[in-house]
């Protein structure tokens, strides 16, 4: 589903008017012409109109992550696919205070990067990544990924955020990341290995073990590659079960 089909942003617009609109045939912004709703939700939806679409034209993700209910942000993901960030982070520990990131994976477009503590894991890198991003996608991220770099890092993540966590669990997919993409048939190399082992070979390359740097490296990036895998997956469900095609 793209932005342009959907009304829900409007005041006094829930999803029963939204689908009501979609059934009468007005399933994108260029057909509502004022019926099937009332004269004051259909000034309100003329007015969200004329501000988002220039909005939308400049590719103004901000607005829309502010328009949307948060459980209907994955709607912004096919307008800025292009630009959509996935990341994954790696950590001695589940505390920020007392654990270290040892490992961050981004994926855009046909591009992986992987920054290693130590080397080229600093908090310009990692800005650089997310300023170029319009939206970004994690597992778990809102309450782990993001707050855990944001500790460490001393800085803010402020770009759009879609948590897959939230979207699988309305598809029924619920667990770890792990576990939802054995439930929808994704595949990895190392399916074996978990955080535990992640923490194990951290510790096995800081005793000199480079290939256990490389393990490492391979499974944040099965993590962070595997989101944009799901992430397909769970936007093509949700259209399908959300929204309603003319006919």
Request: glycine residues 8%; negative net charge; hydrophobic residues 35%.
């Amino acid at each position: 589903m793209r932005i342009e089909n959907s009304f829900i942003p409007v005041r006094g617009v829930g999803a029963k008017t939204e689908r009501r609109l979609w059934e009468h045939g007005i399933t994108h912004w260029d057909e509502f012409d004022g019926s099937v709703v009332g004269e004051t939700t259909a000034g309100r939806i003329y007015d969200f109109l004329d501000e988002a679409a220039p909005r939308l034209d400049d590719g103004d993700a901000r607005y829309f992550d502010s328009a949307f209910p948060s459980k209907e942000r994955w709607r912004l993901y096919e307008n800025f696919r292009e630009s959509t960030c996935f990341f994954d982070i790696e950590t001695t520990g589940l505390d920020a205070t007392h654990n270290d990131v040892t490992t961050v994976t981004f994926h855009r477009g046909d591009e992986t990067t992987t920054l290693v503590q130590g080397d080229n894991l600093t908090a310009g890198a990692l800005r650089e990544q997310f300023d170029s991003a319009d939206l970004v996608v994690t597992f778990n991220g809102k309450r782990f990924d993001v707050p855990f770099l944001e500790q460490s890092f001393d800085l803010s993540v402020d770009v759009p955020h879609v948590d897959l966590m939230y979207p699988c669990k309305r598809l029924g997919l619920t667990g770890g990341l792990k576990q939802v993409e054995k439930d929808v048939g994704i595949d990895r190399d190392r399916p074996d290995l978990s955080g535990r082992d992640a923490v194990r070979l951290w510790r096995q390359y800081e005793r000199g073990d480079d290939a256990a740097l490389e393990t490492l490296v391979s499974y944040n990036r099965d993590d962070t590659e595997n989101l944009r895998t799901l992430m397909d997956l769970v936007t093509g469900s949700l259209h399908d079960e959300t929204f309603v095609e003319s006919s």
